[in-house]
């Protein structure tokens, strides 16, 4: 049986999601999250965030400032933030807690 989800359903899904994701932030459509970890451990998380973003299709902006990883999901545009960039959240967490706790 498929389960139909209105807008309005949809869009509580997300927020529900978005409040189980600690340290993330929402902009607008999209959300932010900021690692304090050092240049080994950002290299290590970028290769693992890309395979899973590759898989999911989606183009999450990763940079490196000083001693902390910025990472970046969603469009920005008008565009609304979909399951999959949720799921990428915290797939990334996932990554960056293997790489921290090595």
């Given at each position: 049986m498929r389960v139909l989800f209105n807008s309005r359903a949809k869009h509580d899904y997300l927020s529900d999601a978005l409040t189980l994701l600690s340290g993330w932030t929402r902009e607008?459509?999209?959300?932010?999250?900021?690692?304090?970890?050092?240049?080994?451990?950002?290299?290590?998380l970028t290769e693992r965030v890309k395979v899973v973003a590759d898989a999911l299709?989606?183009?999450?902006?990763i940079s490196r400032r000083a001693d902390?990883?910025?990472?970046?999901?969603?469009?920005?545009s008008s565009e609304?933030?979909?399951?999959?960039?949720?799921?990428?959240?915290?797939?990334?967490e996932d990554a960056y807690r293997a790489v921290t706790e090595s």
């Amino acid at each position: 049986m498929r389960v139909l989800f209105n807008s309005r359903a949809k869009h509580d899904y997300l927020s529900d999601a978005l409040t189980l994701l600690s340290g993330w932030t929402r902009e607008g459509e999209q959300i932010r999250r900021t690692l304090v970890i050092d240049d080994t451990q950002h290299a290590a998380l970028t290769e693992r965030v890309k395979v899973v973003a590759d898989a999911l299709h989606l183009r999450p902006e990763i940079s490196r400032r000083a001693d902390s990883t910025q990472i970046r999901v969603g469009h920005g545009s008008s565009e609304p933030l979909t399951e999959g960039e949720v799921l990428l959240a915290a797939r990334i967490e996932d990554a960056y807690r293997a790489v921290t706790e090595s």
